[in-house]
């Protein structure tokens, strides 16, 4: 989310530059969704894992460069933090980077423990 609008996939390379070209020099806030359901119990947990990205100031340079290089069309906000976008970065703040990448992990680990499964122990 960036100014109140929601930020997909953009699935072409001129729309990924427009993201782009908008969250430079501002903070983007992820979203990211994890429901849990034990079948045994029936009992549903959900969590909405939030994560901040602190973009840097940003040429058209660097985003044509990127754009080019890494494809992120199928990538919500336009960027791989995986991969080079961590270069467009200025700061991340968040429980857990894997949010990013699309599985809050911390927040799956600890969803499973409440339903007696500990990863560790398994």
Same mark, same amino acid.
């Given at each position: ?5 929601? #930020? %997909?996939?953009?699935?072409?390379? *001129?729309? =990924?530059?427009?993201? $782009? ?7 983007? #806030?992820?979203? #990211? ?6 079948? =045994? ?7 909405? *894992? +939030? ?20 494809? +992120?069309?199928? /990538? ?5 933090? *995986?991969?080079?976008?961590? =270069? $467009?970065?200025?700061? $991340?703040? %968040? ?6 990448? %699309? $599985?809050?992990?911390?927040?799956? /680990? ?8 500990? +990863?560790?122990?398994?």
């Amino acid at each position: 989310v960036l100014d109140g609008e929601i #930020t %997909g996939k953009p699935l072409t390379e *001129e729309k =990924a530059r427009r993201q $782009l070209a908008k969250a430079s020099g501002n903070i983007v #806030t992820f979203y #990211t969704g994890l429901a849990l359901y034990n079948s =045994a119990s029936g009992h549903l947990q959900t969590e909405v *894992e +939030p994560f901040d990205v602190h973009f840097r100031h940003l040429s058209e340079a660097e985003i044509d460069d990127y754009v080019r290089k890494e494809h +992120p069309l199928h /990538c919500a906000g336009s960027f791989k933090s *995986e991969g080079l976008g961590i =270069a $467009l970065f200025e700061r $991340l703040e %968040g429980r857990d980077p894997n949010t990013l990448i %699309g $599985l809050p992990l911390i927040a799956l /680990c600890q969803m499973l423990r409440r339903e007696g499964f500990n +990863p560790l122990q398994q």
